[in-house]
């Protein structure tokens, strides 16, 4: 089965293939990590600066020949409905394991990434030096490697914003034909 297809079959808002080299990345994205807005710059082992330097990730994606990038839209019960943004968030995200699990599984080598830094445990290890407890379902964002998610929905038919009262997460697989 075709990466495309795993990804539709989980049951995605929308989902596009796209070439690596129409993707547009904006290293300067790596400032609003350094600014710490979600509080997890040098706290999460999967955003900066644990994740590495931003022209070694911006290469390391464009060492791939395609990429799969979805987006699931989640209704809120209105604008400041925190709480469903983080749900939404956290659904998002833990779909976002289990078709990094299908891919790997039947594709091999391919790098996954997410909405936001992880936040599969409570309290990062990275926050008391201790080893990540979940290495293997730990995912970084597409901010994180540089990745515009805005100018992506300017390419494709997705929309970045999806109208009133709700949420919209994205993620990708990017990997070699």
């Given at each position: 089965?075709?990466?495309?297809?795993?990804?539709?079959?989980?049951?995605?808002?929308?989902?596009?293939?796209?070439?690596?080299?129409k993707l547009i990345f904006q290293p300067e994205l790596r400032a609003y990590c350094e600014q710490n807005a979600c509080g997890r710059y040098?706290?999460?082992?999967?955003?900066?600066?644990?994740?590495?330097?931003?022209?070694?990730?911006?290469?390391?994606?464009?060492?791939?020949?395609?990429?799969?990038?979805?987006?699931?839209?989640?209704?809120?019960?209105?604008?400041?409905?925190?709480?469903?943004?983080?749900?939404?968030?956290?659904?998002?995200?833990?779909?976002?394991?289990?078709?990094?699990?299908?891919?790997?599984?039947?594709?091999?080598?391919?790098?996954?990434?997410a909405a936001g830094g992880c936040t599969l445990c409570e309290k990062c290890a990275a926050q008391t030096g201790e080893l990540c407890r979940?290495?293997?379902?730990?995912?970084?964002?597409?901010?994180?490697?540089?990745?515009?998610?805005?100018?992506?929905?300017?390419?494709?038919?997705?929309?970045?914003?999806?109208?009133?009262?709700?949420?919209?997460?994205?993620?990708?697989?990017?990997?070699?034909?």
């Open positions: 089965m075709n990466i495309l297809q795993i990804i539709t079959d989980a049951g995605v808002s929308n989902a596009e293939e796209i070439p690596i080299d040098a706290r999460n082992y999967t955003c900066p600066p644990f994740i590495g330097e931003i022209d070694d990730l911006i290469s390391k994606i464009k060492s791939f020949d395609w990429a799969v990038i979805w987006q699931n839209i989640y209704e809120l019960e209105d604008s400041f409905d925190f709480e469903g943004m983080m749900d939404a968030q956290a659904k998002h995200n833990a779909q976002t394991i289990d078709i990094a699990k299908r891919v790997t599984a039947e594709h091999g080598n391919a790098l996954v990434l979940d290495r293997d379902n730990a995912i970084s964002s597409l901010e994180a490697y540089g990745i515009n998610v805005s100018k992506i929905c300017e390419s494709t038919s997705m929309k970045y914003i999806n109208g009133v009262n709700t949420v919209t997460y994205f993620s990708g697989v990017f990997y070699k034909q």
